[in-house]
């Protein structure tokens, strides 16, 4: 168990629709990150946050968004959704990002499916 | 950008050293070098990290030569749990830390 909680678990919807994963870090982690990993595309990384601020964008689509709240905990929105958008979003978490190291710990990972 | 290649997959026998080498040619001065493993639908888990020379831990270690530009993760004595995917991620604070790639399908063999 890494200490990162993700929900939901399994989501399905369909095209068009918007929804929200939802990312609680370890206890004192300030940095955030999104990834999205599909069959045909690997481990992407979408997006990062530092205690409230987004820190590095990787190739995220417009169409998504997200966002670290005060209590840090961090939320990935994904509107207009595709069938191309069904794959595993994981939520990682690490201390502080000027660290000489920056071990990430990854949460289980929510399971879109878009119909 | 540090971008990295590591074999696409790789076999080995139960008990066996299985070493996995990542180029890195365009690393920079500041960049560390870090592995992770990741099991079938579950998150990437931070195996090892290391600047130069050697490092050591519990589970693996890393050897770095002094060019820097390449890099080789060596699991002693494996066991069939080993099979997974290893990622090589060469960067420090320039986005590179986060470039995954395609990984190292190894797979343990009784």
């Known amino acids: 168990d890494s200490g990162v909680t993700q929900t939901p678990k399994h989501l399905i919807t369909a095209t068009g629709q918007r929804v929200t994963l939802r990312c609680s870090p370890r206890s004192g982690d300030l940095s955030v990150y999104w990834y999205q990993q599909s069959l045909d595309q690997g481990l992407q990384f979408l997006i990062q946050y530092y205690n409230g601020e987004e820190r590095a964008k990787g190739n995220i689509l417009e169409r998504f968004s997200a966002q670290q709240f005060p209590d840090l905990h961090s939320e990935l929105n994904l509107s207009s959704l595709e069938l191309g958008d069904s794959a595993l979003y994981f939520c990682?978490?690490?201390?502080?990002?000027?660290?000489?190291?920056?071990?990430?710990?990854f949460g289980p990972g929510t399971r879109l499916t878009v119909l | 950008l540090a971008k990295t290649t590591q074999p696409i997959s790789m076999d080995s026998y139960e008990g066996q050293e299985v070493n996995i080498t990542c180029s890195h040619n365009?690393?920079?001065?500041?960049?560390?070098i870090t592995w992770y493993q990741q099991f079938p639908s579950q998150g990437p888990r931070f195996i090892i990290q290391?600047?130069?020379t050697k490092v050591t831990n519990e589970v693996a270690s890393l050897f770095i030569p002094a060019d820097r530009k390449s890099s080789t993760l060596s699991l002693p004595r494996v066991s069939l749990s080993d099979t997974a995917v290893y990622y090589c991620?060469?960067?420090?604070?320039?986005?590179?830390?986060?470039?995954f790639g395609t990984g190292t399908s190894l797979t343990v063999i009784p």
């Open positions: 991620l060469v960067g420090w604070n320039t986005g590179n830390q986060f470039y």
């Open positions: 365009n690393i920079a001065t500041n960049d560390y």
């Open positions: 290391g600047y130069k």
């Open positions: 990682a978490s690490s201390e502080l990002t000027s660290r000489s190291y920056n071990e990430q710990f």
